[in-house]
């Protein structure tokens, strides 16, 4: 029997420490424990553990006559080991001081990231500058920014492009249907590359590319991941019960059985910003408000939020919350947050910011540049958020289009441009769940947890509630609390 408990537990991944090993031997079916102490512990932790003689102890005091175990979500018997990185974050990168020097070099810094990606590409090896694009009778291929994009009275597509020597004017003709439709995508300050040849002054592109993705390979996870965004805790509309039910849920006291089994899986939550609903956010949000006062607002968070036990948490900020609005946004400051940075359990990460949850990467965005999106290109729409990620996925941008609705800093260093492809991409703002997998990347709007506002009535958003998305081994589960 000695041989058999160490060699059943080391095949088990699990390892034994002395007063463990000596527990179970003197215990009287100690063949049986063995077995279900396994068993136990292979549901709860993945990954290898030491088992200790208190551990022992408590799981027995755990074990009714039967043998039968006790809800295995409610167990606290094993401390998970994280493997939690943050491997991008503008929370202390920010050196503007706001002069236009600084703009400058803020476009100067995307242009160069991203022309450096796309010179990379077949398409456009060895490409000409825009000054001198201007007088080739040669294939055309050139990178630059988007200064305008318009229509010519024939509805062709026209997009003013600039490099460092120069600007040059790009037609795209709408009998070329496949590029003319790409070009319908193009947006104010994006970078992009054209292929083409010159008509006059104008240059007629033949190809419009983009810094692009290539397709990642599917991650092997076993344990679950749950998004969330735009809790809004605070406003009135904030749904309170829906949101006991998935904190219920994910201690295991709510759900079927395969619903529980998924939370005894859950490793990581991920918030992607308004987390609360802020003050003096928009005119006259106090009458929308339950708790009017910001510091309270994440006081209230930290006591909802604070039910969750082992379980990382993963806090980015959105334009409610107590944060600049310019992005990058940093990380939610603890002098807001006292009762959340209290928590063991919290991570705070900047809007946007990429991080490792065990090896898998999840780039954070609140979302806010989906309104521009949603408002200028056709097609586009707050409903169908996973038709932007892609965009801004292709693009290699969060946030392109300069001086509409998203305010963006202008720093020495554009944190918006996408430089690491993630295995999730994460965001909200729009309060609509949506899920597409694309190139093997999961894009994932996570909805809220708050109902209608007025302000959502007159723009004829209808919000998705309480419906919370799930990576459960590497598959996308959607969750109702509703
Ligand atoms: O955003 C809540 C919802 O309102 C979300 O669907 C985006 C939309 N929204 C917010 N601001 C704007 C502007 N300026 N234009 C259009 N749509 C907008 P929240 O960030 O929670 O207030
Ligand atoms: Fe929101
Ligand atoms: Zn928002």
Sequence with gaps: MTEEIISKFANAEILLDETAYQKIKNYDDSSNLVDSLINHLAISSQEMMV???????????????????????????????????????????????????DLSSYFKNRYHKLKEMLTHKRELTDINSVKEATSLDDVIKIVGMVNDVRYTKNNH????????????????????????????????????????????????????????????????????????????????????????????????????????????NVKYVVVAGDIVDGIGVYPHQDKELIIKDIQQQYEEAARLFGDISNVKIIIAPGNHDACRLAEPQPAIHEDYAKGLYELKNTEFVSNPSLVSLDGMKVLIYHGRSFDDFAMTVKGMSHQQSDLIMKELLEKRHLAPIYGERTPLASEIEDHLVIEDIPDVFHTGHVHINSYKRYKGIHLINSGTFQSQTEFQKIYNIVPTCAQVPVINNGSLKMLDFS
């Design 157 to 264: 597509k026209l997009i003013e492009l600039e490099d460092e020597t120069g600007s040059a004017t790009v037609l795209i003709h709408n009998e070329n249907h496949e590029v003319f439709e790409q070009a319908e995508r193009i947006v104010k300050d994006e970078v992009v590359g054209v292929v083409g040849g010159r008509k006059g002054s104008l240059i007629m592109a033949s190809e419009l590319i983009n810094p692009g993705v290539p397709r990642v390979d599917e991650k092997k996870t076993n344990f679950a991941t749950v998004f969330l965004s735009d809790t809004h805790i605070g406003s009135t509309t904030f749904l309170e019960d829906a949101f006991d039910r998935f904190i219920r849920w994910i201690n295991g006291d709510y759900g079927d059985e395969r619903q529980k089994e998924i939370a005894n």
């Design 51 to 101: 088992l200790t003689g208190e551990l022992v102890d408590e799981y027995l005091g755990k074990s009714d006559a039967n043998g039968k175990k006790d809800d295995l979500a409610q167990s606290k018997l094993i401390s998970r080991e994280f493997d939690f990185e943050i491997l991008k974050d503008a929370s202390n990168k920010s050196y503007t001081n706001g002069e236009i020097k």
